[in-house]
T-cell receptor, first 108, second 114 residues
Framework: LAKTTQPISMDSYEGQEVNITCSHN???????ITWYQQFPSQGPRFIIQ???TKVTNEVASLFIPADRKSSTLSLPRVSLSDTAVYYCLVGEGFKTIFGAGTRLFVKA | SAVISQKPSRDICQRGTSLTIQCQVDSQVTMMFWYRQQPGQSLTLIATANQGSEATYESGFVIDKFPISRPNLTFSTLTVSNMSPEDSSIYLC???????????FGSGTRLTVV
């Protein structure tokens, strides 16, 4: 399973766009990239998943360059309620290994 | 996506005792997963529970300490046995999401061992 590296923490202000980058240099051909969000006292929540190029849903966008060695989660116009830990996961199949995650703190 | 009900949501237990955590899913799922999240840390996979077979444990976790049952396709239990303060963590169950799209997690069981 590919190891992932993310910033430990990030600060932002309400209304800004936040980009969290994840490095996964050893990503395998069949691996997908998945991002989760976790609030305190809750289990992680699936945000978005992609394989290459760009994926967008109602919550976020995921940008994956051609070499797939990194990915960027983009959260448009964050609010205070987006304060959470964001995890980037890389893998295929049913075995999911969580990295350390990025603690995002959104300020007013 | 599947809805997971996990019980209890929290408990305080004496060392040396055991606690059984229940995970109920509102739909049939092949695999269920149990995770541990220590305070301020990321999630660590304990084991994968398949219906009708023995659970598969990750390195560092053993069946004697964390016995798992999977009696049907919607239910699983994880027991934390002979607890010590080091077992104080949040324990979460999860299942593969709809169309194999990500994972759905329960809200977790916050265990404190005193």
């Amino acid at each position: 399973l590919a190891k992932t590296t993310q910033p430990i923490s990030m600060d932002s202000y309400e209304g800004q766009e936040v980009n969290i980058t994840c490095s996964h240099n050893n990503i395998a051909t069949n691996d997908y990239i998945t991002w989760y969000q976790q609030f305190p006292s809750q289990g992680p929540r699936f945000i978005i998943q992609g394989y290459k190029t760009k994926v967008t849903n109602e919550v976020a966008s995921l940008f994956i360059p051609a070499d797939r060695k990194s990915s960027t989660l983009s959260l448009p116009r964050v609010s205070l309620s987006d304060t959470a830990v964001y995890y980037c996961l890389v893998g295929e199949g049913f075995k999911t290994i969580f990295g350390a995650g990025t603690r995002l703190f959104v300020k007013a | 996506s599947a809805v997971i009900s996990q019980k209890p949501s929290r408990d305080i237990c004496q060392r040396g005792t055991s606690l059984t955590i229940q995970c109920q899913v509102d739909s049939q799922v092949t695999m269920m997963f149990w995770y541990r999240q220590q305070p301020g840390q990321s999630l660590t996979l304990i084991a994968t529970a398949n219906q009708g077979s023995e659970a598969t444990y990750e390195s560092g976790f053993v069946i004697d300490k964390f016995p798992i049952s999977r009696p049907n396709l919607t239910f699983s239990t994880l027991t934390v046995s002979n607890m010590s303060p080091e077992d104080s963590s949040i324990y979460l169950c999860s299942v593969v999401g709809t169309d194999n799209y990500g994972y759905t997690f329960g809200s977790g069981t916050r265990l404190t061992v005193v």
